[in-house]
């Protein structure tokens, strides 16, 4: 459910709720199935103010209630200023995050069941400017982001956490894990053309330095490197992925991508995967 208020000419709250309920359930090599399920209530509220001519004010809190995690509450709050009439903005925007894990990061064959939520504070400074006459756009943002149990992936090679030593379950390829204190921060640029009506260019770059900050290690970072539209659907089919502290480069390309054709489960069982990488 969600509400809209216009409490005055530069005022509008918009307040709502909401209920959403998951279920996994996993089976390999016949063994019988394992997961849950669970529930999250969640309400929320959103003020947003416009008190002077070209500039617009937000301020938001939400409540989540987890069936298994319990109750969080976070706040978000964002500002834009245009000296002239939107042609150059200046924004910036704080915002705080609880994301529980999973219920595939706590119960696939990768899962691991002693994983914490993990919470976040994120903020970020910007400007656009907009020139000929609205045909062309650049843009810069500089932003930062602190994280508490930063739910990561990470290898079982030497690693002694409890979920990488469970005989009964080895996890071969890694496993999840909470990264008790981590840190990113970065630049973002942007260039947007029009040349002609109806025929848009966008080209974006960003710079990020995420690290692990118990031992100061760099985090693995993860860049899109090509996104195209198929079967209508905008879809990535070039991912890369560096691993800071070993400089290794892995480069993930997806090609004769079908959205019509069904793909049984058991081809992403852990026995299908290992015979995959053999």
């Known amino acids: 459910y969600q509400g809209v208020f216009d409490a005055a000419d530069i005022a509008e709250l918009v307040f709502g709720a909401e209920r959403e309920e998951s279920e996994y359930l996993s089976s390999s090599f016949g063994a019988p199935a394992i997961g849950d ?6 309400v929320y509220g959103q ?9 617009s004010l937000t301020g938001g809190v939400r409540y989540d209630d987890h069936e298994t995690y319990g109750d969080n509450t976070t706040f978000a709050a964002s500002g834009a200023y245009s ?27 990768f899962g691991n069941t002693d994983l914490e939520p993990e919470e976040s504070e994120n903020w970020d400074v910007g400007i656009t400017h907009n020139f000929l006459g609205g045909r062309a756009e650049v843009g810069v943002t500089y932003f930062e982001r602190d994280a508490t149990n930063l739910i990561a992936f990470v290898g079982c090679t030497g ?9 009964a379950n080895p996890r071969p390829f890694g496993t999840y894990d909470n990264i008790a204190l ?5 630049w973002e640029f942007g260039l947007a053309l029009r040349p002609t009506d109806g025929f848009d260019v966008a080209l974006n770059y960003t710079t990020i330095d995420a690290r692990n900050d118990v031992n100061g290690n760099r985090l693995k970072t993860i860049h899109n490197g090509n996104i195209e539209q198929i079967d209508g659907i905008w879809t990535v089919t070039e991912v890369n992925v ?6 290794h ?3 993930l390309l997806f090609e004769n991508i079908d959205y019509e054709t069904e793909v049984p489960d058991r081809t992403f069982n852990r026995q299908m995967l290992e015979r995959g990488l053999r």
Do not use: M
């Open 47 to 55: 003020l947003n103010l416009t008190p002077l001519d070209g500039l």
């Open 37 to 42: 399920d669970v529930w999250i209530n969640s």
């Open 242 to 247: 560096i691993n800071h502290k070993t400089d």
């Open 159 to 167: 690693n002694p956490i409890p979920a990488c030593q469970d005989p």
């Open 182 to 186: 981590a840190s990113a921060d970065g």
């Open 83 to 109: 000296p002239n009439g939107g042609d150059t903005v200046l924004r910036g925007s704080y915002g705080e995050g609880f994301k529980a894990p999973a219920l595939f990061q706590l119960f696939s064959d």
């Open 249 to 251: 480069r892995t480069r």
